[in-house]
Nanobody, 114 residues
């Protein structure tokens, strides 16, 4: 059974940092394409960053230079280091795993506010 569990969200002031983690089990993690998405209230879910099994990394232009996606294949964990957070980064962040089919976690909420 596939499980995808995000953690690391919380409340942070503008300019602050957070690191999100995504633990995935039940999939061949190293062979999976992984991504972080986010959904702000009243908006559509959007891609934040992706990391393919081939090592290709893509960022949403709004986070480029501030966020870093990384993966630890030995420990089946995906990370999103978020620096220089802005109010507009406030959203629920979801981990997406693509291995044969697509799997989603339950999301972790990030609130950027002073």
């Amino acid at each position: 059974q596939v499980q995808v569990v995000e953690s690391g969200g919380g409340l942070v002031q503008p300019g602050g940092s957070l690191r999100l983690s995504c633990a995935a089990s039940g999939v061949m993690f190293g062979s999976s394409d992984m991504a972080w998405y986010r959904q702000a209230r009243g908006k559509q879910r959007e891609l934040v960053a992706s990391s393919s099994s081939q090592g290709i990394i893509i960022y949403n232009g709004s986070v480029k230079g501030r966020f870093t996606i990384s993966r630890d294949n030995a420990n089946n964990t995906l990370y999103l280091q978020m620096n220089g957070l802005k109010n507009e980064d406030t959203a629920v962040y979801y981990c997406n795993v693509n291995y044969v089919r697509s799997y989603w976690g339950q999301g972790t909420r990030v609130t950027v506010s002073s």
